[in-house]
């Protein structure tokens, strides 16, 4: 069972405290050059969607949940949204960013406890690798009901999780729930599920859905992989080869062994 008393306050305030980088808030086994492509790929697959979609960003209203380092707010910015909050556990995280982008709002604040207290409402809501590390599934159920209430009819919230065919708890810090549990809990609070897409194939381990024989091989063999990555020397090395092998499994595949990320759209709740 999850680790229902783990305080995700007291936990990103040590990573970030350390590492106030995409070590920090990414995967903090390989160096930062590794991390930049993992990155890379993420804002990519945020791209491909808004071409896709034909959404436009420049005008739009944006909540940032988890907002960590920043990277996305400067995504958001750098792509013309008129108005983006952020929201993160952390006040390293909150007193950084405000620091660093005075035109953006910060509130500390958990969007897994009741009477979230954020201004207004949004037309589109990132909250990447954020809902797994909400253990608890009382919480995880508020904080979806939170987003809604940020929500009007329209309004996406964009999210990366593994989206298996069913829920694992894969160390204290991480429930991956499965598609069915999401579409059930967004379904409840009004979304709708628009699409899904793969984001990794080798550049994150896998996800423990398969049988364990293949889950503990494919691991094993992502960890000899990636190993020489944990050096920033070769970390950029080792990331650049393994994104052109994910960008082009992407293209092949609909469902990969990794991060996914999903689309919910507010359809309103009567």
């Avoid at 910015?77 to 910060?106: C, H, M, W, Y």
């Avoid at 509130?107 to 253990?135: C, K, N």
């Avoid at 409840?188 to 293949?214: C, Y």
């Avoid at 994910?246 to 990969?256: A, E, H, N, T």
């Amino acid at each position: 069972m999850p680790d229902a008393k783990f305080d995700a306050g007291s936990y990103w305030k040590e990573r970030l405290r350390r590492n106030f980088d995409l070590t920090g808030v990414g995967f903090r086994r390989r160096s930062q050059a590794y991390n930049r492509w993992v990155y890379r790929v993420r804002t990519e697959a945020l791209n491909e969607l808004f071409k896709r979609r034909d959404w436009p960003i420049e005008g739009k209203a944006v909540l940032d949940v988890g907002c960590g380092t920043g990277f996305f707010v400067d995504h958001w910015l750098q792509n013309g949204a008129a108005r983006i909050t952020g929201i993160d556990v952390t006040e390293v995280s909150v007193e950084r960013l405000k620091k660093r982008f005075p035109k953006a709002e910060f509130v500390l604040a958990d969007v897994s406890e009741p009477g979230l207290d954020v201004d207004g409402t949004f037309d589109y809501v990132s909250i990447f690798d954020v809902l797994y590390h909400i253990v608890d599934d009382k919480k995880f159920e508020q904080a979806v009901a939170n987003l809604s209430r940020r929500c009007r009819p329209g309004s996406r919230v964009i999210i990366t999780d593994m989206f298996g065919r069913r829920t694992v708890e894969v160390v204290k810090h991480v429930r991956n729930r499965s598609l069915d549990r999401y579409q059930e809990i967004f379904s409840k609070n009004g979304f709708e599920l628009l699409e899904m897409k793969p984001l990794f194939f080798t550049l994150m381990p896998p996800s423990r859905v398969a049988s364990r024989p293949v889950y503990w091989a494919g691991t094993l063999a992502w960890e000899a992989l990636t190993f020489p990555a944990r050096w920033e020397a070769l970390g950029g090395v080792v990331g650049s080869g393994l994104y052109r092998v994910d960008s082009g499994l992407r293209r092949l595949f609909r469902r990969g062994p990794s991060h996914h990320v999903a689309v919910f759209e507010f359809k309103g709740i009567e």
